[in-house]
């Protein structure tokens, strides 16, 4: 099993930046493909951002439009997200996720969540 911890949410203003962080447990970090997800009260969770166990190979919804960047550091057991130009509708509570060797693009797919991270965006 792997315990993954979010961090770094908080409030920015519209055009802002953040980074999000999630910490694995464990030696096993590796292994994974890592994601991040969000979820809006009222609305279901949504893909983000997803990359490979190597780093090497990234995915995004097409909303994205470039505003977000995933990466991990392996020897950290770390993933990131780095938000640029928020805007208000980019407020939710962001999850952290986790998939044996591949990247979970969908929901259904994830074998471990974190606990989320709220990111509150005011306009």
């Known amino acids: 099993q792997v315990t993954l911890v979010e961090s770094g949410g908080g409030l920015v203003q519209a055009g802002g930046s953040l980074r999000l962080s999630c910490a694995a447990s464990?030696?096993?970090?590796?292994?994974?493909?890592m994601g991040w997800f969000r979820q809006a009260p009222g609305k279901e969770r949504e893909f983000v951002a997803g990359i490979l166990l190597s780093g090497g190979t990234t995915y995004y919804p097409d909303s994205e439009k470039g505003r977000f960047t995933i990466s991990r550091d392996n020897a950290k057991n770390t993933v990131y997200l780095q938000m640029n130009s928020l805007k208000p509708e980019d407020t939710a509570v962001y999850y952290c996720a986790a998939r044996r060797f591949w990247a979970p693009t969908k929901a259904a797919e994830v074998e471990h969540w974190g606990q989320g991270t709220q990111v509150t965006v005011s306009s």
């Open positions: 464990g030696r096993t970090f590796s292994g994974y493909g």
